[in-house]
């Protein structure tokens, strides 16, 4: 799927400069029918949100498959998880847990994330992974 190896692409630099690893696990063959500025959008909030959050010399996984009628994305990271006392807030607009800069974002990428999936009549959910790292499915009909 062009649109992961695209995103993938716009995200080497930050990834380099962690020593971070974007694996992409897709079907080269794998055609969907569905918005391409879309779908890059969810994909790149998603594995920057990813890439900021891995430690140094870890990896991010990129997921793409048909399933049910359905894609189904998943972006997994290794970094710290996501702690209990936030997971509500996460897709809160303006939320974030960074701490400013040019890295720290402005807490829009998941809410914005969570709109599209939304509208498109998809889910998103993450869930922490042990002991470290998060992994987030994003399902949208076909």
């Known amino acids: 799927m062009p649109s992961i190896r695209d995103v993938a692409e716009l995200l080497k630099v930050s990834a380099f400069s962690k020593n971070i690893t974007l694996e ?3 079907d080269p063959q794998l055609y969907i029918n569905l918005s391409e500025s879309l779908l890059r ?3 790149f909030n998603i594995a920057q949100n990813a890439t900021r ?6 990896t991010v996984n990129i997921n793409a498959a048909k399933k ?6 998943t972006v997994t990271d290794e970094g710290p998880g996501i702690d209990e006392k936030i997971k509500n807030r996460i897709f809160e607009p303006f939320f974030t ?6 890295e720290g974002g402005l807490g829009l990428g998941l809410s914005i994330t969570r709109d599209i999936v939304q509208a498109l009549n998809g889910k998103i959910n993450f869930q922490n992974l042990s002991p470290k790292g998060a992994k987030f499915e994003i399902l949208i009909p076909l």
Do not use: E, K, R, Y
């Open 68 to 73: 049910d009628n359905q894609l189904s994305l």
């Open 24 to 26: 992409i696990d897709c």
């Open 41 to 43: 959008q969810i994909i």
């Open 97 to 102: 847990t960074g701490i400013g800069g040019p």
């Open 53 to 58: 959050a891995s430690s140094f010399g870890s």
